[in-house]
T-cell receptor
Framework: DSGVTQTPKHLITATGQRVTLRCSPR?????VYWYQQSLDQGLQFLIQ???????AKGNILERFSAQQFPDLHSELNLSSLELGDSALYFC????????????FGSGTRLTVV | TQLLEQSPQFLSIQEGENLTVYCNSS?????LQWYRQEPGEGPVLLVT?????EVKKLKRLTFQFGDARKDSSLHITAAQPGDTGLYLC?????????FGQGTRLTINP
């Protein structure tokens, strides 16, 4: 157990739908990062939050949004889902930045049918 | 744009052999990290190297950071089936953590 909790572990949904992925960071970590991993794209950075505020954006689509709540858990919202959104979605956390490395959760496998 | 290139992308060897995985960039990084990822799980941090020329050992795994802090290598001695997995290098610089595409390693019994 890495200390980063992601739910659900698996999600199957239809095209056009909206889903919410949840992440609880490791105790004491203020930064949360979301990544998408597909077979042909590797780990793609989506977005970072630090202590409730958006800190950095990567290759996140406009159909995707995220937020970090006062208790530091984070949610990634994916809407108008397309087949190509099928992937593993990882949350990672760190105390502040990434100098010393991230702690990853076990991911949510999203399948869009 | 910071990019990290890993080589080889795929490596399949027999148990007991030695191997080296490379991670190269034209950018300088403040730190370089190696992760291992098993199927269905998230990447797990193995080591962070910070100083140019630094060498760290983790049992049969040896990690080296290049003198110019632009590249790194992972050497595994006497590989075992339990070493099978996806190995990712990641560089921290300009407030970003950049991942390589990974090396998928298979150790055959």
């Amino acid at each position: 157990d890495s200390g980063v909790t992601q739910t659900p572990k698996h999600l199957i949904t239809a095209t056009g739908q909206r889903v919410t992925l949840r992440c609880s960071p490791r105790s004491g970590d203020l930064s949360v990062y979301w990544y998408q991993q597909s077979l042909d794209q590797g780990l793609q950075f989506l977005i970072q939050y630090y202590n409730g505020e958006e800190r950095a954006k990567g290759n996140i689509l406009e159909r995707f949004s995220a937020q970090q709540f006062p208790d530091l858990h984070s949610e990634l919202n994916l809407s108008s889902l397309e087949l190509g959104d099928s992937a593993l979605y990882f949350c990672a956390s760190s105390v502040s930045g990434g100098f010393g490395g991230y702690t990853f959760g076990s991911g949510t496998r999203l399948t869009v049918v | 744009t910071q990019l990290l290139e890993q080589s080889p992308q795929f490596l399949s060897i027999q148990e007991g052999e030695n191997l080296t995985v490379y991670c190269n960039s034209s950018s300088v990084f403040s730190s370089l990290q190696w992760y291992r990822q098993e199927p269905g799980e998230g990447p797990v941090l193995l080591v962070t190297v910070v100083t140019g020329g630094e060498v760290k050992k983790l049992k049969r795994l040896t990690f080296q950071f290049g003198d110019a802090r632009k590249d790194s290598s992972l050497h595994i001695t006497a590989a075992q089936p339990g070493d099978t997995g996806l190995y990712l290098c990641a560089g921290w610089g300009a407030q970003k953590l950049v991942f390589g595409q990974g090396t998928r390693l298979t150790i055959n019994p």
